[in-house]
């Protein structure tokens, strides 16, 4: 199972939105909405943004949006603030020997 | 709160082993599955291991099957990575993370901030 694909780094302006892409295959992404994104700042714990695709956590501001189309899953961040620089994964459940597989990961740099 | 630290990192040889645990808190730990997933040194994520939360199941990624042994005590609310005959490559931090609360989760709602585990000579 190998790792799902992300752009190396995605940067906008305060204010602005970005969305960061997660293409997979048809035994992972495609394969129901089981989709999840993480935010991860050096040195701290992963943090949950979206499950099941689109689904936001509590606590985890309206800015955060999860979608999906075929083999791809997006994460996009609206109205991008300076707090929002972190790497971010995704990850889908693949019900396989290999449970979980993650993206190669995004690191959004606020300009 | 929901709490989950990491401990038993460390420098270790390769073909060396280590156990590493988290000790949870702040949650019904019996009531969950939990996982192990690891950074490698400039890489990204990566999942290890799974446990179901009676113990039932245990899933391993195939870099690790056959050497890492996951494992947990619900009496003292701890999770275990057992590693054997290490290698460089496993050189990384460890993370614990819990699955999320419902029967049918398939994420990870609350992690740990991670122990390094250091493969070298």
């Known amino acids: 199972q190998s790792a799902l694909t992300q752009p190396a780094s995605v940067s906008g302006s305060p204010g602005q939105s970005i969305t960061i892409s997660c293409t997979g295959t048809?035994?992972?992404?495609?394969?129901?909405?089981?989709v999840s994104w993480y935010q991860h700042l050096p040195g701290k714990a992963p943090k949950l943004m979206i499950y099941?695709?689109?689904k936001r956590p509590s606590g985890v501001s309206n800015r955060f949006s999860g979608s999906k189309s075929g083999n791809t899953a997006s994460l996009t961040i609206s109205g991008l603030q300076a707090e929002d620089e972190a790497d971010y994964y995704c990850?889908?459940?693949?019900?396989?020997?290999?449970?979980?597989?993650f993206g190669t990961g995004t690191k959004v740099t606020v300009l | 709160e929901v709490q989950l630290v990491e401990s038993g990192g460390g420098l270790v040889q390769p073909g060396g082993s280590l156990r590493l645990s988290c000790a949870a808190s702040?949650?019904?730990?019996?009531?969950?599955?939990m996982n192990w997933v690891r950074q490698a040194p400039g890489k990204g994520l990566e999942w290890v291991a799974y446990?179901?939360?009676?113990?039932?199941?245990?899933y391993y990624a195939d870099s690790v099957k056959g050497r890492f042994t996951i494992s947990r005590d619900n009496a003292r609310n701890s999770l275990y990575l057992q590693m054997n005959s290490l290698r460089a490559e496993d050189t990384a931090v460890y993370y614990c993370?819990?699955?999320?609360?419902?029967?049918?989760?398939?994420?990870?709602?609350?992690w740990g901030q991670g122990t390094l585990v250091s493969v070298s000579s």
């Open positions: 993370a819990r699955i999320g609360p419902w029967t049918a989760s398939y994420f990870f709602d609350s």
């Open positions: 702040g949650f019904p730990f019996s009531s969950y599955s």
């Open positions: 446990i179901s939360s009676r113990t039932t199941y245990t």
């Open positions: 048809s035994s992972d992404v495609a394969n129901d909405n089981l």
């Open positions: 099941e695709g689109t």
């Open positions: 990850c889908s459940y693949t019900g396989g020997s290999t449970l979980y597989v």
